[in-house]
């Protein structure tokens, strides 16, 4: 099952995607968290990348476009994947095709979760990250068992350098002028699946669930 996660940041891509590789088995394919493991590696491209991620601007469509056709080449996605900040762009929309077609792949649905930009602030200024297993929490809406300690591994956790108000506005921006042409581009193929994402992580997960049910 080969699917895309698609929504403007803080929506729930990562946090819905977790639960669908659990539950399906496939693997969550992060460009973002791709990305910043590059960053932090500081290999050539994550030194190309950081200006742009810590500006809120999308990364060069080439530089995201060679990772995804790389990763989507490994074992573990053959019986499928869940891409999760990716495409962003038509280009990358265009170029994900051609890997698809070249790959004798094809996308079940495209996932697209709707989020009020209010609750969008609210999700990024309270998301916290574990600096050791990267699960994420958010400090109301799903904290961890004790303050600051990731539960599952008692790593730190930290706050994104980018979920900080003036980059979220131009995360933002970046959103609906780049990525919200996508809904219409995967509407047109038939295959975007508009769910309600205000709803509690639990219920977005069922009615992600019932969506490609009835898909
Ligand atoms: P994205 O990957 O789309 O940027 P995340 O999955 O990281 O979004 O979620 C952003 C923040 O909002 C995280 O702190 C997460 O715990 C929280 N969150 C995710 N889904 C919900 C939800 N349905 N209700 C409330 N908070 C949520
Ligand atoms: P969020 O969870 O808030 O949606 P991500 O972790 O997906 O954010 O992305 C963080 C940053 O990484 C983006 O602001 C952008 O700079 C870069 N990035 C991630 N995916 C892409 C992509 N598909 N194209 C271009 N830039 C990307
Ligand atoms: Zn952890």
Same mark, same amino acid.
């Given at each position: 099952?080969?699917?895309?996660?698609?929504?403007?940041?803080?929506?729930?891509?990562?946090?819905?995607?977790?639960? %669908?590789?659990? *539950?399906? &088995?496939?693997?969550?394919?992060?460009?973002?968290?791709? $990305?910043?493991?590059?960053?932090? +590696? !500081?290999?050539?491209?994550?030194?190309?990348?950081?200006?742009?991620?810590?500006?809120?601007?999308?990364?060069?469509?080439?530089?995201?476009?060679?990772?995804?056709?790389?990763?989507?080449?490994?074992?573990?996605?053959?019986?499928?994947?869940?891409?999760?900040?990716?495409?962003?762009?038509?280009?990358?929309?265009?170029?994900?095709?051609?890997?698809?077609?070249?790959?004798?792949?094809?996308?079940?649905?495209?996932?697209?979760?709707?989020?009020?930009?209010?609750?969008?602030?609210?999700? %990024?200024?309270? *998301?916290? &990250?574990?600096?050791?297993?990267?699960?994420?929490?958010? $400090?109301?809406?799903?904290?961890? +068992? !004790?303050?600051?300690?990731?539960?599952?591994?008692?790593?730190?956790?930290?706050?994104?350098?980018?979920?900080?108000?003036?980059?979220?506005?131009?995360?933002?921006?970046?959103?609906?002028?780049?990525?919200?042409?996508?809904?219409?581009?995967?509407?047109?193929?038939?295959?975007?699946?508009?769910?309600?994402?205000?709803?509690?992580?639990?219920?977005?997960?069922?009615?992600?669930?019932?969506?490609?049910?009835?898909?």
């Amino acid at each position: 099952m080969n699917l895309i996660l698609l929504g403007p940041p803080g929506a729930g891509k990562g946090t819905q995607s977790v639960l %669908l590789e659990k *539950r399906f &088995a496939i693997p969550q394919i992060s460009t973002g968290d791709m $990305l910043r493991a590059a960053v932090t +590696a !500081a290999t050539p491209m994550g030194v190309k990348a950081k200006g742009f991620m810590d500006a809120g601007d999308l990364v060069p469509d080439e530089v995201v476009v060679g990772i995804v056709r790389e990763r989507l080449q490994q074992s573990d996605c053959v019986s499928g994947f869940i891409l999760d900040g990716f495409p962003r762009t038509v280009p990358q929309a265009d170029a994900l095709d051609e890997s698809l077609a070249q790959l004798k792949k094809k996308l079940v649905a495209v996932v697209s979760l709707q989020v009020d930009i209010d609750a969008l602030v609210e999700r %990024l200024t309270g *998301r916290r &990250a574990c600096m050791n297993c990267g699960k994420v929490y958010h $400090l109301k809406f799903d904290p961890p +068992a !004790a303050d600051g300690t990731c539960t599952a591994c008692s790593g730190k956790l930290v706050q994104r350098d980018d979920d900080h108000e003036d980059t979220i506005r131009r995360r933002m921006d970046a959103y609906h002028q780049q990525t919200a042409p996508l809904e219409d581009y995967y509407r047109r193929t038939g295959l975007l699946l508009s769910i309600d994402g205000m709803a509690s992580i639990e219920n977005v997960q069922q009615a992600i669930l019932s969506g490609l049910q009835a898909s």
